[in-house]
């Protein structure tokens, strides 16, 4: 059994990791859109800290507009950085046997090799990150993200064939391999491997699956899982089928419907309530500027976690550029 195990992000943490966005498609072709893009990214920072205490990585060109947009309470650490998504770029926290902090260091190739991504600087960001934090580095040959994992804390993990399988991420591993290697990493003594993702993030700035779009544990043996409602839009069919896969393991569905939106520019969009991030005594919850859904996801996500105040922070601007709120935040656990 491995020493290292990855703890449910219901449990206590130390802080909360994130990326101030600093160039490419994220803050696109104008300063309305970088505007939009650092405001979005430091409302969850600042909603964040207000819980607990909050390290945002910034490129040293960056500090000073970094500083127009976070809360004074937000820690910055300064490094070169290609994008923004810690959740994926930073490492995955794991805790040995009597407690003490490790960080796994996937291999980050841009989510598959995507011809839009650039890696460089972002696939060194899971070392630095671990160093601050006084981590024990565990390499790992394995390419994934954080966004293509879930635990339940006791040994269970989701993923998707369309992520560890991809041939652009592991084109020469296999289940056994890739499970092996889950257990070696974050103790994974149970995989259970959906499909597939939302359909949305099939598309050219998505990641080809990740679970965090679709299905989150609540607790050891309950998911919360996306639904979709509108027989038209092609995710009715692939969430039922994933609220099947799951019962099928024995698991206890609570279903978090879609907000009414459906359809943007670019087509199905893949706007998930599921997508939302943990902090001590709280939850930060991806908002959808409809007040009737995103009140009725509140209310189911604060019965599912029970005792913590949900806080709803606008995720539209980052939804339009590939992902959520869990998609830029990553979770360091207590270490004994």
Not at 108 to 126: L, P, R, Y
Not at 197 to 202: A, K, M, S, V
Not at 278 to 301: M, P, S, Y
Request: contains cysteine; hydrophobic residues 40%.
């Amino acid at each position: 059994m491995s020493r290292w195990r990855m703890p449910a992000e219901t449990a206590p943490q130390e802080r909360i990791w994130m990326a101030f966005p600093t160039g490419g498609y994220t803050l696109g072709d104008t300063e309305e859109e970088a505007h939009a893009a650092r405001s979005v990214w430091a409302a969850v920072a600042n909603a964040a800290v207000e819980f607990e205490p909050v390290t945002v990585v910034v490129t040293p060109d960056d500090v000073d507009t970094a500083a127009r947009y976070l809360d004074p309470a937000v820690e910055v650490l300064t490094a070169d950085l290609n994008d923004a998504w810690m959740r994926d770029i930073g490492p995955t926290f794991v805790l040995d046997d009597d407690g003490a902090l490790g960080a796994v260091d996937w291999v980050f190739n841009g989510w598959g090799a995507q011809a839009w991504a650039s890696w460089g600087h972002d696939a060194k960001i899971a070392a630095t990150v671990a160093g601050h934090a006084g981590a024990t580095l565990i390499s790992s040959p394995l390419v994934n993200e954080g966004g293509g994992i879930h635990v339940d804390g006791a040994g269970t993990v989701l993923i998707t064939r369309t992520v560890q399988l991809d041939e652009g991420r592991n084109p020469d591993w296999d289940e056994a391999k890739v499970e092996a290697e889950l257990a070696r990493t974050i103790g994974a003594e149970r995989v259970i491997w959906l499909e597939r993702g939302l359909t949305r993030d099939y598309q050219e700035f998505g990641t080809r699956g990740h679970v965090d779009l679709v299905a989150t544990f609540a607790a050891p043996g309950t998911v919360l899982v996306h639904r979709q409602d509108d027989p038209a839009h092609p995710d009715h069919a692939v969430s039922r089928g994933i609220a099947d896969q799951l019962r099928a393991n024995d698991l206890t569905v609570i279903d978090v419907p879609a907000p009414r939106a459906t359809h943007d520019e670019h087509g199905p969009v893949d706007y998930s309530y599921i997508n939302h991030t943990l902090v001590n005594g709280g939850v930060i919850l991806c908002g959808f500027g409809e007040e009737e859904a995103d009140t009725r996801a509140a209310q189911i996500i604060a019965e599912a976690y029970p005792g913590r105040r949900v806080v709803l922070v606008d995720a539209r601007p980052l939804f339009a550029r590939g992902g959520g709120i869990h998609c830029i935040t990553q979770q360091q656990p207590e270490a004994a």
